[in-house]
């Protein structure tokens, strides 16, 4: 099953005749993981599962649904917060190297976005951090994608929030995307909604609502997925607002690619026709040619994908000529409870610093 026929079947679109009873299945082989994921927290929590705590202090960044919340431009975010102060950071991650020891996606775009922060990978994040403060030096480990991993203590608990799609149908995997209960946010210091300018004030209101009836002390930050430029596969940069009145065709392998191709249309662009692929794929150079065959017989003027496709088809032979091949690079840009966040995070540093 493809992640867009999943997806579907999840939100009801999928006819009731064969979505009725494919969603009762789902939720039949939910409750065996949610009893889980309950139990193992409640063994966490309660001390019987000990969590390793190192030298130096550890902010995670997490979320409580699959893909697509905008995580990781949060981390890159965080990551250029931490070296404004002077600090030596490090990010644990558990993504993977390609072969020939190349990044994966997600990764490969940290490492682009932050340059001179060591990307520790490893699934055992107590290990990664053992090896980003003894071979870096590190005084900050941020910890992508940590908040289920609970083996390493943190110091700080950051919880992405898509504001599109916050808690993922309401249901735990595999019946909805969610990863834990949303009780989990009660471990949370911090939630930092994304995605703010794509939804009512009103939803923001009902998300805020939902989240301090799980957790009432918890700083709760607004954010938008701000445009930062683009650029061509030759190098050329183009201006964001060049691409109003253009004929786009887009693709993206994201957990939420709506939210991509919406951004497309608020900065002006035509979308011709768009290409969802399933989170985390991996691109052939056939799948480009027959994006550009397609792009081509819609008349588009560029074919434009996001930074964490693109580190996925940089690798590949890509069609040259008309329409160019261009990637949007996006920045986290915090629209309300900036100071409460940093403050947030610096009262965590100093705690832990001070005491080193």
């Known amino acids: 099953m493809s992640h867009t026929t999943y997806i579907n079947l999840l939100s009801g679109r999928v006819p009731s005749r064969i979505g009725f009873p494919a969603r009762a299945v789902l939720i039949l082989l939910s409750w065996p993981y949610s009893g889980i994921v309950r139990v193992r927290n409640h063994l966490y929590s309660s001390g019987r599962l000990h969590a390793e705590r190192v030298s130096a202090p550890v902010i995670s960044v997490g979320n409580l649904t699959t893909g697509g919340t905008g995580k990781t431009p949060l981390v890159i975010w965080l990551c250029r917060l931490l070296k404004k102060r002077q600090l030596r950071c490090a990010i644990l991650t558990r993504g993977y190297k390609m072969h020939g020891g190349e990044l994966s996606d997600e990764p490969a775009v940290l490492s682009a976005q932050c340059p001179g922060v060591p990307i520790i990978i490893n699934p055992d994040r107590v290990t990664g951090a053992a090896e980003a403060?003894?071979?870096?030096?590190?005084?900050?480990?941020?910890?992508?994608?940590?908040?289920?991993?609970?083996?390493?203590?943190?110091?700080?608990?950051?919880?992405?929030?898509?504001?599109?799609?916050?808690?993922?149908?309401?249901?735990?995997?595999?019946?909805?995307?969610?990863?834990?209960?949303?009780?989990?946010?009660?471990?949370?210091?911090?939630?930092?909604?994304?995605?703010?300018?794509?939804?009512?004030?009103?939803?923001?209101?009902?998300?805020?609502?939902?989240?301090r009836r799980v957790n009432r002390d918890l700083t709760i930050v607004h954010s938008v997925h701000a445009p930062a430029g683009i650029q061509t596969a030759e190098g050329l940069e183009i201006a964001t607002q060049e691409i109003a009145g253009k004929k786009v065709f887009a693709f993206c392998g994201l957990g939420n690619p709506r939210s991509f191709f919406r951004t497309i249309e608020r900065l002006g662009g035509e979308l011709v026709a768009t290409k969802a692929f399933d989170d985390h794929y991996r691109y052939t150079p056939d799948d480009l040619s027959r994006i550009h065959k397609q792009a081509?017989?819609?008349?588009?003027?560029?074919?434009?994908?996001?930074?964490?496709?693109?580190?996925?088809?940089?690798?590949?032979?890509?069609?040259?000529?008309?329409?160019?091949?261009?990637?949007?690079?996006?920045?986290?840009?915090?629209?309300?409870?900036?100071?409460?966040?940093?403050?947030?995070?610096?009262?965590?540093?100093?705690?832990r610093m001070a005491h080193r």
Not at 198 to 206: G, I, K, M, T, Y
Not at 297 to 310: F, G, M, N, S, Y
Not at 339 to 344: K, R, S
């Open 296 to 351: 081509t017989r819609q008349k588009a003027e560029l074919i434009l994908t996001t930074q964490k496709d693109w580190t996925k088809t940089a690798r590949l032979s890509t069609p040259s000529g008309h329409p160019p091949l261009a990637y949007l690079s996006i920045k986290l840009q915090i629209t309300a409870g900036e100071q409460e966040l940093t403050a947030l995070i610096e009262s965590a540093l100093g705690s």
């Open 133 to 211: 403060i003894c071979s870096h030096n590190a005084q900050v480990l941020v910890m992508d994608d940590g908040f289920q991993h609970r083996q390493l203590a943190r110091d700080l608990d950051i919880v992405a929030i898509d504001a599109t799609l916050p808690f993922g149908y309401g249901r735990v995997l595999p019946a909805g995307l969610l990863r834990e209960p949303v009780a989990g946010l009660k471990r949370a210091d911090a939630v930092v909604l994304t995605r703010c300018d794509q939804v009512s004030d009103e939803a923001l209101q009902q998300i805020e609502q939902a989240v």
